[in-house]
């Protein structure tokens, strides 16, 4: 890519550079060349990150928060530029410098962190060869770059780096793979690191590991901290200050505390107001969520941006572009885009009066709606001899009509496997089975009938294993609705039911702009691509959808919206979800039970409340804590052990009984099972002691 030169922007409030910055952009404007037309993508944007600080970057899916990072690094794609601005990093000119200088600062004084560490690693070379490039390319020679390797896994918290290091990517976890990418972006000791989305997808206590392993190697490094997320808490618990961007314009920048606690733009209010609080369900009332949609790229407006969108636009709003309000804040300078930010922070962050509304419509909990799937102690084993490995070991579930089952544990604990086993795609050990409708179901999909694939639907956690993309999205949809057009339950066919009304319908529920409907899978951004697989998988009637971390990509705006979706298809059809998600805040709201597992085994199941609510079991309140837990353990937890599976990571184990007996499950009340040897009532005393310790920390 030629040196891309800018003149700035003739007016712009600049922030004013220094020795101690690592990250300077000044007036950044980026424009993307899409048929025959340019449009801006980022407009106008200020921001610096001094030397040691961690600064987040938030805003919805398509605000613009990866191109600030690829501008960044000058690694636009080909149709892109920068129009306007300056971006400096760590005193040097970035849009001046020639190829290899270039080079040269990708190399030794920036390093970025992918969202999908499996993108950045050669799935044909080992994790020693990987990381040992990367310090080559630093400046050591091959035998020095080798014996460093150790040293740096080490420093990521990995426990057996020799085992690692002749590992290939596929045979590591997520968290695995996302530590030796830090590892490799951490080789050059860069001034700036910059994290897009980096635990996206990661279970609570794995991402607890990697936050704290970024908060020490910032520390230690000395660096700076670009961190590029949807997730509001992620943002909170590491950043010192945070910028929200929204449609490519930075609207409200200030120390996180400042802004989270008195946000000063109605659209920052907007993101806050849209996350689950913590002990909310959908009985209190839908989420609340931010109506219309971002404008499309390029879109010019007279006024502010967001007053399509906003509470609070008037006139005013709709004919003048707000210039940057700066005001002093206690923990630092704010910046809020708004004409009326002193009015933005008395905007409520709830809505009591939905509670009531919503009240009327949740089921009657004195009813008992039938069983519609059934799992009686399957288990699933791979591999053979010395290397077989048992995913699962004598799961048993019940999914009523109506319901949502809250599936939860960490990575590896055999959530996907279940999943898979009850649609067919692996077939159970012998002396398990698989029940719909009280009725025995083939165990594998290829022998089931139109009607029992039409029951079972799935959403995947990465939408690309659902999406041709050779198709636009009209054509994706339309597909879907006229494979289960035919069989659908208590509809009439008549021309009133056409396939481009129930198509519109669809897409809008889960908020697809129309102008997506002649885009391709890889036109669209990871949000708008799981939007449209959620669709294909509501096409038809299903009786159980299973949703496998299907909000993990999304911004919290579009989360809310989906998991509002799915509320109100339960409700209207009775449909049933196995939900699957690692981030508890969104289980809590929309699971009526919840099933804990643990190398592949039930350690405590129970309706949601009283499992959030505790007492519970030790692993569970690990992962309720987002405590991090010893890494090495966790690779032969399904081995040998006699005793509880959780003994050797279990921070309240009581002895030897815990590894040569396995614990038998004990009633908490209510349909409320814990697997443990420790009473109840001890466990419930000990809990409450370290939630009020926490608390007064």
């Known amino acids: ?148 390797v150790p040293e740096m896994l080490e420093r990521v918290r990995i426990a057996v780096p020799a085992r690692v290091m002749a590992s290939y990517p596929h045979q590591l976890s997520g968290g695995m793979q996302q530590r030796v990418v830090i590892a490799m972006a951490l080789a050059s000791r860069p001034a700036l690191l910059i994290l897009d989305e980096p ?24 660096m700076a901290v670009l961190l590029i997320s949807h997730d509001l808490g992620v943002i909170g618990q590491m950043c010192d200050r945070v910028g929200v961007l929204y449609a490519g314009r930075l609207i409200e920048e200030g120390a996180t505390r400042d802004v989270f606690e008195r946000a000063r733009h109605p659209y920052t209010v907007g993101l806050l107001r849209c996350l689950p609080a913590r002990g909310r369900s959908k009985a209190i009332g839908p989420l609340d969520t931010i109506p219309g949609e971002l404008p499309a790229p390029g879109t010019l407006l007279r006024g502010c941006i967001y007053a ?55 089921a009657d909990p004195a009813a008992d709606p039938a069983v519609v799937l059934r799992a009686i102690d399957v288990s699933r084993t791979f591999g053979r001899g010395a290397r077989a490995v048992r995913a699962l070991d004598g799961v048993s579930i019940e999914l009523r009509a109506g319901e949502t089952l809250g599936l939860v544990g960490e990575s590896g604990s055999g959530k996907t496997t279940l999943a898979k086993l009850l649609l067919g795609l692996y077939a159970p050990n012998a002396g398990g089975r698989v029940e719909l409708d009280g009725e025995p179901l083939p165990a594998r999909v290829g022998r089931r009938s139109a009607k029992q694939l039409e029951a079972l639907r799935l959403v995947f956690q990465h939408p690309d294993a659902s999406l041709n993309r050779a198709l636009p999205v009209k054509r994706l949809i339309a597909r879907a609705l006229a494979r289960t057009g035919a069989s659908r339950r208590n509809e009439p066919t008549n021309k009133t039911t056409n396939p481009p009304t129930r198509l519109e319908a669809l897409l809008d529920a889960v908020r697809v702009p129309a102008r997506y409907l002649t885009a391709r899978a890889h036109q669209l951004s990871g949000g708008l691509k799981q939007r ?166």
Request: hydrophobic content about 45%.
């Open 199 to 222: 635990t996206t997808g990661l279970d609570a206590t794995v991402e607890a590991e990697v936050l704290a392993l970024i908060a020490q190697l910032r520390t230690e490094f000395g």
């Open 532 to 697: 449209v697989a959620i669709a294909q998988a509501f096409a038809g009637e299903p009786r159980v959808v299973v949703c496998d971390e299907p909000t993990s990509a999304l911004d919290v705006s579009v989360q809310a919206a989906i998991l509002n979706l799915l509320a109100r298809l339960q409700r209207e059809r009775g449909v049933s979800y196995l939900f699957i998600s690692h981030d508890l805040d969104v289980v809590r709201y929309l699971a009526d039970r919840v099933m804990v597992l643990y190398a592949g085994q039930v350690v405590e199941t129970g309706p949601a409340d009283a499992l959030f609510g505790g007492p519970c079991h030790p692993y569970t309140e690990t992962l309720l804590a987002a405590q991090t837990l010893r890494a090495s353990d966790r690779i032969d937890a399904r081995a040998s052990n006699a005793g509880c599976i959780f003994s050797a990571r279990c921070p309240r184990r009581i002895g030897a009984i815990c590894d040569e007996q396995a614990p038998p499950f004990a009633e908490a009340g209510s349909g409320h099972r814990i697997r443990c040897h420790i009473p109840v009532v001890e466990l419930r005393t000990l809990q409450a002691a370290a939630n009020t310790s926490r608390a007064n920390v």
């Open 308 to 362: 399509p969108r906003c509470r609070l636009a008037d006139a005013r709003c709709r004919e003048q572009a707000p210039p940057p309000h700066r005001m002093e804040a206690p923990h630092g300078e704010r910046m809020a885009r708004c004409h009326y930010h002193e009015r933005a922070i008395g905007l409520p962050l709830a809505e009591p009066a939905q509670a009531g509304a919503q009240a009327a419509v949740v």
């Open 1 to 148: 890519m030629s040196p891309q030169r800018a003149a700035p922007l003739a007016t712009f409030d600049a922030p004013h550079g220094g020795d101690d910055d690592a990250l300077m952009l000044v007036g950044l404007t980026v424009a993307y060349r899409t048929r025959g037309r340019e449009r801006d993508v980022l407009t106008d944007v200020s921001l610096r990150i001094r030397r040691g600080e961690t600064y987040g970057l938030v805003g919805e899916s398509g605000c613009g928060k990866s191109t600030v990072a690829l501008a960044a690094l000058r690694y636009l794609a080909r149709n892109g530029r920068v129009k306007a601005g300056r971006i400096v990093i760590a005193g040097q000119d970035v849009l001046a410098l020639d190829q290899e200088r270039l080079r040269a600062l990708r190399a030794n004084t920036v390093s970025m962190v992918y969202q999908d560490p499996a993108s950045a690693l050669n799935p044909s070379l080992t994790i020693a060869r990987q990381l040992s490039e990367a310090f080559e390319a630093a400046g050591a020679s091959a035998d020095e770059a080798l014996a460093r």
